[in-house]
């Protein structure tokens, strides 16, 4: 059997209706990899999902749990892969997408992390938009998350070295996630190449929680970066307040 390349952790909770379109599209990636889903005690038919492909996971549970962080921290120890990503279980890869991350990691330079552009795609009507990605810069990351999550990948000694991701947080677990990782290992290599993609839908946290969701993105840069630009101050009213009745 050849080993695993990548591990893969799935935290999920009554996405059933996503799941397995996540799990087909992490199995049919050319590269052995290494899944865990981590299901946070589900009630749909997620459980049903998770055994029709039980026998290519290698691992899967499902019960109530600290949150989406905590379960992918569980995910990602569960694993021996070189590279660690977490694919959200309403996200997915595009073909290819792991292969392209796997090379940037073995090319030369040698980053610490990984990581390439995402489509947002909208539930109700298909339509797809580009996730706003940019080239890594300190300034420009306090100004706004220019990594899309689905689409990065870490090596699993810069992942244990960081202690994963802070359990504390819910919603910019990712954000913090990239500064400690700019911090203590440098830049993290950026790919010109669509790798994954992002569903949007009327039950994500960043949907329903936005004001939440700026608390502790904004928390996060004043930490790493010391002040908060003003760009926040400015960005959150039509973030939180229009975009929630459109």
Request: charged share 20%; with cysteine.
């Amino acid at each position: 059997m050849t080993n695993p390349v990548v591990t893969v952790a799935i935290p999920s909770l009554n996405q059933g209706e996503f799941l397995d379109a996540a799990l087909s599209s992490v199995f049919s990636q050319d590269v052995p990899v290494e899944v865990f889903v981590l299901d946070g005690g589900s009630v749909d038919n997620s459980l049903d999902v998770i055994k029709k492909w039980s026998s290519r996971l290698s691992g899967w549970r499902s019960w109530s749990d600290g949150g989406q962080a905590a379960a992918i921290n569980e995910g990602v120890s569960m694993g021996s892969a070189p590279f660690v990503c977490w694919l959200n279980s309403d996200d997915w890869f595009m073909p290819g997408g792991l292969i392209a991350l796997i090379n940037a990691l073995r090319g030369p330079a040698k980053p610490p992390a990984a990581y390439g552009r995402a489509w947002n795609i909208a539930q109700k009507n298909g339509r797809r938009v580009p996730v706003w990605v940019e080239t890594f810069d300190e300034s420009r990351l306090a100004i706004r998350c220019i990594i899309s999550q689905p689409a990065t990948m870490i090596r699993r000694k810069v992942w244990e070295r960081l202690g994963g991701l802070d359990e504390k947080l819910h919603m910019a677990m990712d954000y913090d996630l990239w500064w400690r990782l700019y911090k203590q290992f440098g830049v993290m290599q950026f790919i010109d190449e669509f790798v994954a993609c992002n569903r949007d839908h009327d039950g994500t946290k960043t949907r329903n929680l936005r004001v939440r969701h700026y608390k502790e993105a904004m928390a996060v840069v004043r930490q790493h970066y010391g002040r908060v630009p003003l760009k926040w101050w400015l960005a959150q009213p039509y973030s939180v307040w229009f975009k929630s009745i459109l």
